[in-house]
């Protein structure tokens, strides 16, 4: 299953009980992951994180076996940076998804191009300042 995060605290007893499979979508730290709002338009981090360390912090081994990470490459998004943040605070790597640029509409498409960067090439910029960045993916 693929959540936010943002209601893990109310279901996670649940989600253990009956042994789910999760992804948490959260793009790294704060500023990373600032893009993720509520629809008044607070930013969800830190309700993501703390429920990610409840759950964590609760169920050791379950999160081991049973909970990875999805991160979403957009403009403030770094290679490093996210990945030492999934490392240093959950002791995992994130699995990093491209914004979808499928159904964009044509309103949208100047905002969109704004959000949007680039993986690879980001990826093999990123990996010229640091070799061993490639050797990660």
């Known amino acids: 299953m693929t ?3 943002t209601l893990l605290d109310r279901y996670m007893d649940f989600l253990v009980k009956w042994d789910f ?8 730290n704060e500023y990373h992951n600032s893009f993720r709002t509520y629809a008044n338009g607070k930013n969800s ?4 994180y703390n429920n990610i360390s409840l759950i964590k912090r609760m169920y050791p ?15 403030r998004s770094s290679y490093l940076e ?8 959950f002791g995992k790597s994130p699995l990093f ?3 979808n640029t499928f159904g964009v509409v044509d309103e949208k498409k100047d905002e969109f191009k704004k959000l949007y960067k680039n993986p690879v090439e ?3 910029r ?12």
Do not use: M
């Not at 499979?21 to 790294?28: E, K, M, N, Q």
């Not at 990123?126 to 993916?137: A, I, M, V």
């Open 126 to 137: 990123e990996s010229e300042c640091n070799p061993n960045l490639k050797e990660q993916f």
């Open 45 to 48: 981090y830190e309700k993501v």
């Open 97 to 99: 998804l491209a914004l």
């Open 61 to 75: 081994s379950y999160f081991v076996r049973k909970v990875e990470f999805n991160s979403v490459f957009h403009k």
């Open 21 to 28: 499979s999760l992804f948490v979508s959260i793009d790294g």
């Open 82 to 89: 996210v990945s030492n943040f999934f490392k240093k605070e």
């Open 122 to 124: 980001t990826l093999n």
């Open 3 to 5: 959540t936010n995060g």
